[in-house]
């Protein structure tokens, strides 16, 4: 194996193992002479391994012990104290506060289940994939034209990207020119090498890109070298030079330029709380918030319940000014960021509607959103769902067992006002409804980039064939709630109620840095099972209602979905 250093950006994350007695140097069945021998005696100085006499470089690395020597690798050492996590099998374990970390940093995304499995032998192309991940290094959505000349790794293999990735750094060798070995198991000595070649890749500054000047493809960079050198040499309070934040207002700033209200480059202030948004619980407020063509901060809906609802704050509102100063011009993350507060505190919004001014106080709250509510109106079953959070399946699956065993004469499912949410959740909820292996929705990505169009089809078999559904949405219902009101209505299964929908229908990944930032960037379109586009168009309920607000006893739109049963 190559010991390499390159160039480019990343972030450290790390781990720890055993406790034996101390072992002077490195392991005794260790060759410290030897490139391995280096990398693991690179991990023992980190606190891998210290006290034991063996490394067992030869012996499968599992998950967990991945995870632990990942994260100690890459520097991460504020462990979570009593860490508990959302997997059954990795609770009071040695591995849980890593596993807890790891998940808290979003390297876990692609564990949906309720289970971990964290002894289970990890592959070479997954050790790859999540020691990118560990380290924050960008993988790129596209490939290059040039063939791998893999068996093993197709152009079109789910991992291919990032095993690209890694060749290209140098970080990791293929087992033969023909054939990289993604599924062969990977070795705790090969995954000590994999991660000093990522840990000693060239970075300064916690993620600070460096680009040669006469190698960037980028425009204008020498321009931005010099006005860099410029600032950093020469700015008379040098006690106020701050090369982090610098970094990451410039890159805020290129981002920002694209004029795209749903991409951004999130500080760790604002990765947290998209965490906390997607486990349904956080403080403030309680309301969807998005950007308007205009770039001002819109409210898509209140949450049901929320102070924010109580308050009378309703969709469409446009917040102008939080505690009487101007938001114009800032990004709707920082403006969700000056309403969020301590549970108990007061928030004042400046908020135009239908051309006049309102001023709201708001007691701000704990908000810990229940996903699925259930009730039973003149014997049909109404199902709300308030968001698509990681509590969604759970909840849904709870309360589909409910309704089969009372039987109901019918279902409404009622979006309004759900702001959207995980995609995964809403293809699960759809899949109760659509026949087995039906289309929930498509993604379509710009021209170049075709390859990866995807088409998103139900997970599991349905549990409610033969009942009449209704679906009831408003201005309020966005993004994964369209992408289901849309399938149950392209595939003919529902009816739809209600006003229009809202109309955001493209799709962002959320690229999480080791330095704790984020790359939100919208990057396709999600299109209905018939490609109709969503966004912009929303979706139009089969019949037209509004629920009157000046009637708070009468629910008029759920009364005329009901109507239908």
């Not at 292996?437 to 089809?457: C, D, G, M, P």
């Not at 529902?494 to 919208?522: C, H, P, R, W, Y």
Request: proline content about 4%; charged content about 20%; overall charge negative.
């Amino acid at each position: 194996m190559r010991i390499l250093k390159k160039i480019f950006t990343t972030i450290c994350i790390v781990l720890v193992l055993g406790n034996t007695t101390a072992f002077a140097g490195v392991f005794s069945d260790v060759n410290p002479d030897t490139p391995q021998g280096k990398a693991i005696e690179f991990l023992l100085n980190k606190g891998v391994g210290e006290g034991a006499a063996n490394f067992f470089p030869k012996r499968p690395i599992t998950l967990a012990e991945f995870l632990a020597m990942g994260l100690q690798a890459a520097d991460v050492n504020d462990l979570p104290q009593n860490a508990t996590t959302r997997f059954s099998d990795a609770q009071n374990a040695w591995f849980t506060p890593y596993v807890a970390k790891a998940d808290s940093l979003s390297l876990l995304e692609d564990f949906k289940g309720e289970n971990l499995l964290p002894n289970r032998a990890l592959t070479k192309g997954e050790a790859v994939k999540l020691g990118l991940k560990i380290f924050g290094v960008g993988v790129s959505l596209t490939l290059p034209n040039e063939n791998f000349g893999f068996t093993d790794v197709k152009n079109t293999h789910r991992l291919a990207r990032y095993i690209f990735r890694a060749l290209k750094l140098g970080v990791i060798d293929p087992i033969s020119n023909t054939e990289f070995g993604v599924s062969q198991r990977f070795t705790r000595g090969e995954a000590a090498e994999l991660l000093y070649n990522l840990a000693n890749s060239d970075t300064e500054g916690g993620g600070t890109i460096i680009i040669q000047n006469g190698g960037s493809d980028v425009p204008g960079w020498q321009m931005f070298q010099s006005v860099w050198d410029e600032t950093v040499n020469r700015f008379l309070w040098k006690d106020k030079i701050d090369k982090t934040e610098m970094m990451q207002r410039a890159i805020e700033g290129a981002v920002n330029a694209l004029g795209d209200p749903y991409s951004a480059y999130l500080l760790p202030s604002k990765t947290t709380a998209i965490n906390q948004d997607l486990s349904g619980k956080t403080e403030g407020i309680g309301a969807y918030l998005s950007e308007n063509e205009a770039r001002e901060v819109v409210v898509v809906a209140p949450i049901d319940g929320s102070p924010a609802q109580a308050a009378g704050i309703q969709s469409g509102d446009v917040i102008i000014a939080v505690d009487g100063k101007s938001v114009g011009g800032v990004s709707v993350e920082a403006v969700s960021a000056q309403i969020r507060g301590i549970a108990g505190t007061t928030v004042s919004l400046t908020i135009r509607r239908n051309g006049s001014q309102l001023i709201v106080s708001i007691k701000r709250a704990a908000i810990e959103i229940k996903a699925v509510n259930l009730k039973f109106v003149d014997g049909v079953a109404v199902l709300k769902l308030t968001q698509f959070s990681s509590a969604v399946p759970a909840e849904f699956a709870a309360a589909v067992k409910e309704i089969i065993a009372q039987h109901p004469k019918g279902i409404v499912l009622d979006l309004r006002n759900n702001g959207g949410g995980l995609v995964t959740a809403a293809v699960d909820v759809a899949s109760y409804f659509l026949p087995e292996n039906s289309v929930v929705t498509k993604t379509q990505y710009r021209e170049e980039l075709s390859q990866f169009n995807a088409t998103q089809r139900t997970t599991h078999a349905p549990s409610f064939t033969g009942y009449k559904v209704a679906v009831l949405i408003n201005k309020g219902s966005a993004s994964a709630s369209e992408i289901v009101a849309a399938a149950l209505q392209d595939q003919g299964v529902a009816t739809v109620v209600g006003e229009t929908s809202f109309g955001k229908g493209v799709m962002q990944e959320i690229n999480f840095f080791g330095d704790g930032t984020a790359l939100k960037l919208t990057v396709a379109h999600w299109l209905s099972p018939k490609e109709q586009p969503i966004e912009g168009k929303g979706i139009t309920p089969d019949i037209a209602a509004v629920d009157d607000t000046a009637t708070t006893n009468i629910d008029e739109a759920l009364k005329r979905a009901l109507n239908l049963f």
